[in-house]
């Protein structure tokens, strides 16, 4: 069944640590996206790709980078984290061509210490 | 700028109650209009869309939207809410790259038994 994963599900991690989180899709959709979202907020799009060997920054400012060295697997790598980034994390994908909707992950929960 | 307001950030129903959450949207062209629904822990679960033609769309679960141009808005409906129903639902506005999808703030929704 297609599907999108997010790993880990749940981190706690310290202040200064790197983090890597994971999103992979099986539904074969050639654009991916990252968002952040905080409670009574709208989602914040924080970095997109297209396809593979292609990454954009989205309109939140972020620390974080992404890479898209596969079509299926577009992890998201925070260098130094922070309490400012404890938010929830949610991975979406779309085909190239199709005036449809995203599609998302379970998220991932992100607390920094 | 494209945007969307949801003016509700929190509604209780009965259950068995109609619903009616509320979505206004600006857009400078033809907006594609989307509703999800987010279960606590989850990632976001596309309910219905609007593109074009019939302004009265059917999603999943029993939802319905109404996209009424001349006021802007695309409000949610279902005549008979149901406990399952309790989530935290966010209406979304694209254009034709989807690149820029704008999300409102989200209304939670709490059903009483």
């Known amino acids: 069944e297609a599907d999108i994963y997010q790993t880990p599900r749940y981190l706690v991690i310290g202040t200064g640590k790197k983090i890597t989180l994971e999103c992979s899709q099986t539904?074969?959709?050639?654009?991916m996206y990252w968002y952040q979202q905080d409670p009574g907020m709208e989602l914040h799009l924080i970095h997109y790709?297209?396809?593979?060997?292609?990454?954009e920054k989205g309109d939140l400012s972020s620390e974080s980078t992404v890479s898209r060295i596969r079509t299926e697997h577009f992890p998201l790598t925070l260098e130094s984290a922070r309490p400012s980034h404890t938010s929830q994390y949610l991975c979406?994908?779309?085909?190239?061509?199709?005036?449809?909707?995203?599609?998302f992950g379970p998220g991932t929960r992100l607390l920094v210490l | 700028a494209q945007s969307v307001t949801q003016p509700d950030i929190h509604i209780t129903v009965s259950e068995g109650a109609s619903l009616e959450l509320r979505c206004n949207y600006s857009?400078?062209?033809?907006?594609?209009l989307f509703w999800y629904v987010q279960s606590p822990g989850q990632g976001l679960q596309l309910l219905l869309k609007y593109f074009s033609g019939d302004t009265l769309v059917q999603g999943i679960k029993g939802f319905e939207a109404e996209f009424k141009r001349s006021q802007s808005s695309f409000n949610l409906r279902k005549p008979s809410v149901h406990w399952s129903d309790a989530a935290e639902y966010f209406c979304a506005v694209g254009g034709y790259n989807n690149n820029d999808m704008r999300f409102g703030a989200g209304t939670r929704l709490t059903v009483k038994p």
């Open positions: 539904m074969g959709h050639d654009k």
């Open positions: 979406a994908t779309k085909p190239l061509l199709d005036l449809g909707p995203q599609y």
């Open positions: 790709s297209y396809g593979v060997n292609s990454t």
């Open positions: 857009y400078g062209a033809t907006p594609y």
